[in-house]
């Protein structure tokens, strides 16, 4: 499945609009992931454990969003956004959601 965060894709005419989809991950922050992230904080340097799940958690976003797609018949999804919030008690989830416009493509 062909993204994009254009509303079109390089070279191709998009024939049809077939609808918005989308794809949701919610992720539970955990406890050892938190400790060390706060140590990466206090001496510097970069989260990895949370940047690995920020990564997971947008990959599936995007699977599910094409997967949906796919279930349309489309060719391609435009217009792609990616938005991430912070859920649940002390902030302690977090949710990537994917969501653009599925098209047919000439």
């Not at 254009?6 to 919610?26: C, D, F, K, L």
């Not at 949370?50 to 599910?64: G, Q, S, T, V």
């Not at 435009?78 to 938005?83: C, E, P, T």
Request: hydrophobic share 45%; charged share 25%.
């Amino acid at each position: 499945m062909i993204t994009s965060t254009t509303p079109y894709v390089a070279e191709r005419e998009i024939s049809q609009t077939v609808g918005v989809v989308s794809g949701e991950a919610i992720i539970g922050a955990h406890i050892f992931r938190d400790l060390f992230a706060g140590i990466t904080n206090i001496i510097g340097g970069r989260a990895g454990g949370y940047e690995k799940a920020l990564r997971e958690a947008r990959d599936i976003a995007l699977r599910e969003m094409c997967d949906e797609a796919a279930k349309l018949g489309a060719d391609a999804v435009v217009g792609v956004d990616l938005d991430y919030e912070s859920l649940g008690a002390d902030n302690g989830m977090l949710m990537v959601t994917a969501a653009g416009t599925a098209v047919k493509l000439r």
